[in-house]
């Protein structure tokens, strides 16, 4: 049985699950496609550090994988655009196929290195990149490459899910919901990417990419974290018949597609409103297969590895068999395909909430001024005094109208001396 070697750039928490795998399981990827894949070296930062791997396996140096010539695959594991982007780049220039788990390279260099995978015709596998071990990318990439895809949107992150759950379900505070999350091990001591929202922006750029068939680099992401939403607003929403999740889209129409991460209202019978904890779903029509859901856990070291060691039998079978398997090239059109659509010309429904002084004609005043700009009122709360002359929440749902509408709306109503607090406002979806 030929065996193929594989060369591990990093040796963190992922890079310990595909060797673990590879260890536990090699046998049966034998069995199941004729090769045996073998790890010849990893690259760490320090070879002394306690791991349960062989330390002849272990190197500092990456030219012991990028320029050995027994190496046939490598999987880069180390994160972060550089070096990472150099050492994909090397490795394709020497001939070799890729796996990749790094959205933040992909969703800033994707154009740069896909064109590279092209121009020296090798494999490129990042299904690990986005939703952990649930197969997105091949989803869309190999079972759905007939379809016109309209949209895809999908709860991405599990950290700011769990922390949403908790929140609602035990009245958490979100300062307590997050700590929770972190003694667990579903947030990282600095959750700074999850909690504002570029972890979900990194991957709905790779998904929106490889859907509508251009390069959308992250910067052109729309994003906004869950920081300023707190349990109030997830109460009051369960009262309208919501659940608040951070969601991902991606959305075509027409020739404009809209590409966003921010917090959103969903009824509460819509398939995600029902993804608790530290889960992951993404929710995906086409033209002709209709509505499918993918659900599974986004992250972790066994999911996450789980993606990368199937990318690594798809590079090994590219490798010989030289087929068109997962040869589908993600960017089939130019970048002027498409028009981003701008975040302020998006329309929503939206969910308000106003901290107002107890006094008549508040209610008035406000609604006024959302009139004045094409916004209207289709439901209201207004919570009955306890102190008069003291503060009060007024929450309301609008029907649709235009982003730039709320945003010159809001900023009126903020001056207004009945007004105590910046208002709040959350997108429906």
Not at 93 to 122: F, H, M, P
């Amino acid at each position: 049985m030929q065996e193929v070697k594989i060369g591990l750039l990093g040796c963190g928490t992922v890079g310990t699950g595909v060797y673990e795998l590879l260890e536990k399981n090699k046998d049966i990827i034998a069995e199941r496609t004729g090769f045996k894949p073998v790890i010849k070296k990893i690259l760490v930062k320090n070879k002394k550090k306690g791991r349960k791997i062989p330390g002849d396996l272990l190197t500092t140096d990456p030219r012991e994988i990028l320029q050995d010539p027994e190496i046939e695959v490598v999987c880069e594991l180390i994160g972060g655009e550089e070096p990472a982007k150099t050492f994909i780049l090397e490795a394709l220039d020497q001939g070799k196929e890729v796996v990749t788990a790094n959205k933040a390279v992909l969703a800033s260099y994707g154009e740069v290195i896909w064109n590279k995978v092209a121009e020296k015709d090798r494999f490129l596998g990042f299904e690990a990149s986005v939703g952990g071990g649930i197969p997105i990318i091949k989803t869309l990439k190999d079972s759905l490459v007939g379809n016109r895809i309209n949209s895809i949107i999908g709860i991405i992150n599990g950290t700011t899910n769990y922390i949403l759950t908790r929140m609602l379900e035990e009245r958490l505070g979100f300062e307590e919901a997050l700590k929770e999350a972190q003694a667990k091990g579903y947030a990282e001591a600095d959750p700074t990417l999850d909690i504002n929202g570029m972890d979900s922006a990194h991957k709905i750029a790779i998904l929106a990419s490889l859907a509508f068939g251009f390069f959308i680099p992250v910067k052109k992401v729309y994003v906004e974290g869950i920081e300023s939403v707190d349990l109030l607003d997830l109460e009051f929403s369960r009262e309208f018949g919501y659940v608040v999740k951070l969601l991902a889209f991606a959305i075509k129409k027409k020739n404009e597609v809209e590409v966003r991460v921010h917090p959103a209202l969903i009824p509460q019978d819509h398939v995600l409103a029902s993804i608790r904890l530290n889960y992951n779903a993404l929710y995906v029509t086409g033209d002709f297969v209709g509505e499918i859901l993918l659900y599974g856990l986004g992250a972790g070291k066994e999911p996450t590895a789980s993606a990368v060691v199937g990318d690594i039998v798809d590079a090994i079978c590219y490798r010989y068999a030289k087929g068109c398997i997962s040869r589908v090239n993600p960017l089939t059109k130019s970048s002027n395909f498409c028009k981003i659509k701008p975040m302020e010309e998006v329309e929503f429904k939206y969910y308000f909430r106003f901290s107002a002084i107890d006094r008549p004609g508040v209610l008035a005043k406000i609604s006024g001024i959302l009139g004045e700009n094409h916004i209207s009122i289709s439901s209201v709360v207004q919570i009955g005094r306890h102190n008069e002359g003291g503060c009060v929440p007024i929450v309301m749902i609008t029907h649709e109208t235009k982003e730039k509408n709320v945003r010159k709306a809001l900023k009126q109503i903020e001056k207004l001396d009945v007004v105590t607090d910046v208002p709040k406002f959350l997108r429906i979806l």
